[in-house]
């Protein structure tokens, strides 16, 4: 026959310990997991060592700036004044150029033969009139030796036609009638002689005027053929004034044609600055204001002064003219170079921070200040930056404590120890 199992039975007094072992375990894994059992108490965390400044009222230059080119106080473009090969150059690009100075020679020699020979036909119809030079506007026509001949064969042709006048009228008559009028007649003839001899006399002088006015243009053209630097009307050759050779065209031996271009002057001292200017400003700017000039190949700004503005608004743009002169007397500032200008308006006082202490990011500007010992931010606008300082509006005031360089995790509510305290905003 089969084995059969019996039951196997435990003690009972083992099974309740174990069970009361259990029971506890699970009492205190519950009594840990209970919320409102207390925790030990977080550490505090520690103040943020900041840097802080007051607000303070400064003096802000209100500014107009506008770009534009820079042009020389005159520019020029010395051309030919008349035909013929050039012989010789005395300056080049580069060079500087007082009024007056040579810069150009062309070949005289035909303009030379040209006045030689006015002059030899001047000589000849002189020597008609018997003179050997033009005279003064005051001449007494009569006084030319033709002229006088004609007048003395005149004079003797009345006289002895009154002679046979008082012949004639005579009783009996001393003098035939035929005789008397031979007579008449040899005085009329030698009255329209003395007028031919002054109107012939008159036409020679005039001719000799218009041959002398001939050699003063061959003249005028010898001496054109040397070309100078320009003078100024009412102005000396010995003036201040200096020309730089901008650019130079010809060569030697090149022939030119009147009116061609031989070189471009520029004088740069002072020069010229022309800008342009929204609309709304036109009413801002003024002549005399300060403007202060800036280029790209230097650092430092230099000084000028508005001289002239536009009367007009350009209707395309919106804009008006305006032009600066500044002094070069280093000739640092080269005609046709990029500028900017900004032109003192007004002046104004302000609100202002260092520039450290005002924070922007994704479009918001904002300031944080002490209130308490702990940060507080606050959002601002900002207007201009000068001498390291900016411009801040809103709910500021010197009183305020504003921390310099602040840090991403300074932010609201954050406890912070100011290190170095700003000292009191004074009045």
């Not at 320009?230 to 060569?251: D, F, K, L």
Request: one cysteine or more; proline letters at 7%.
């Amino acid at each position: 026959m089969p084995r059969r199992m019996l039951p196997q039975f435990r003690s009972p007094g083992r099974s309740a310990a174990a069970h009361g072992v259990l029971l506890l375990g699970v009492a205190l894994t519950l009594g840990a997991c209970d919320p409102a059992t207390p925790s030990p108490q977080q550490a505090a965390p520690a103040p943020i060592a900041v840097e802080t400044v007051h607000p303070q009222l400064r003096e802000f230059t209100r500014l107009v700036r506008a770009t534009g080119s820079i042009f020389g106080d005159e520019e020029a473009t010395i051309a030919a004044k008349v035909s013929g090969r050039v012989v010789a150059i005395h300056k080049d690009f580069g060079d500087i150029a007082s009024p007056a100075e040579p810069l150009l020679q062309i070949d005289p020699t035909d303009y030379e033969l040209a006045r030689t020979e006015r002059e030899r036909a001047l000589s000849q119809t002189l020597a008609r009139l018997g003179l050997e030079s033009i005279p003064d506007t005051t001449l007494d026509i009569d006084s030319l030796p033709s002229v006088e001949r004609a007048r003395l064969q005149s004079a003797n042709a009345h006289a002895r036609f009154e002679r046979g006048r008082s012949l004639a009228d005579r009783q009996p008559p001393l003098i035939s009638e035929q005789d008397f009028a031979d007579l008449q007649t040899a005085a009329e003839v030698a009255e329209s002689e003395l007028r031919v001899e002054r109107l012939t006399a008159q036409a020679i002088l005039a001719e000799a005027r218009a041959l002398e006015a001939q050699v003063a243009t061959a003249q005028q053209r010898i001496a054109d053929t040397l070309h100078l630097a320009p003078v100024n009307a009412g102005e000396s050759a010995s003036s201040a004034t200096r020309y730089e050779i901008a650019t130079r065209y010809v060569s030697i031996g090149d022939f030119v044609q009147m009116g061609d271009p031989l070189f471009r002057v520029v004088d740069s001292d002072p020069v010229k600055l022309r800008v342009t200017a929204p609309e709304r400003r036109l009413g801002e700017v003024r002549v005399g204001q300060t403007a202060r000039v800036t280029v790209e190949a230097f650092a430092e700004p230099f000084e000028g002064r508005v001289t002239r503005i536009s009367p007009t608004v350009d209707s395309a743009t919106r804009t008006f003219l305006i032009e600066v002169t500044v002094p070069n007397a280093d000739g640092r500032l080269a005609p046709g170079a990029f500028a900017v200008a900004e032109i003192e308006i007004a002046r104004e006082t302000a609100l202002a921070l260092p520039v450290d202490a005002v924070v922007a990011f994704a479009g918001v500007v904002k300031v944080v200040t002490v209130v308490d010992g702990k940060a507080q931010e606050q959002r601002v606008t900002t207007g201009d930056v000068q001498d390291g300082f900016v411009e801040v509006s809103g709910r500021l005031s010197p009183s305020d404590l504003v921390i310099r360089r602040p840090s991403g995790a300074i932010v609201t509510g954050a406890p912070v120890e100011v290190q170095n305290p700003a000292p009191e905003p004074t009045e």
